[in-house]
């Protein structure tokens, strides 16, 4: 079996937000869009990570107002980043070895796509019944929050 590359399960064209947005405006995109995590981008350049957990985390400290608190301060400010072509099994073993639901797919430094659990679980169910088409979920929206 030839080996293959995170472009082909990855969510293409992820949803990103910025870091000044809200915490209250995360929270709203990840439970409209149904998903986890999101890319924090600046000016078009990665800068971070911010899952449901962190946000869920910053909102429950005293004090603490998600609609001013922003997402840079729930962000985890060195995601892990890939290439579209580095190799599925490389990504997913890495996930596993620093326990973290993303791996952020860049190339030429823009964000192109996620690669989450959920789309390692599809690759490892296509792979398993012998499919070598995609998995992933293709398009979360290419949009900046």
Same mark, same amino acid.
């Given at each position: 079996? *030839?080996?293959?590359?995170? %472009? ?17 405006? @995360? ?68 996930? @596993? *070895? *620093? ?20 789309? @390692?679980?599809?690759?490892?169910? @296509? ?9 992933? %979920? %293709? ?7």
């Amino acid at each position: 079996m *030839r080996r293959q590359a995170v %472009r082909r399960y990855m969510t293409a064209s992820p949803v990103v937000i910025a870091p000044g947005a809200s915490l209250a405006e @995360a929270h709203d995109v990840m439970r409209a869009r149904r998903i986890r995590h999101l890319p924090v981008v600046r000016e078009g350049a990665l800068v971070g990570v911010v899952s449901q957990r962190d946000v869920y985390l910053v909102e429950t400290l005293r004090g603490v107002d998600p609609a001013v608190a922003c997402v840079e301060e729930a962000m985890s400010p060195d995601p892990y980043a890939v290439s579209p072509e580095a190799p599925l099994h490389e990504v997913a073993l890495e996930m @596993a *070895r *620093r326990r973290i639901g993303s791996a952020v797919v860049v190339s030429r430094g823009a964000v192109i796509g996620l690669f989450t659990t959920v789309d @390692a679980l599809g690759a490892l169910g @296509a792979l398993a019944r012998g499919d070598s088409g995609t998995g992933g %979920r %293709r398009g979360a929206g290419d949009e900046a929050i």
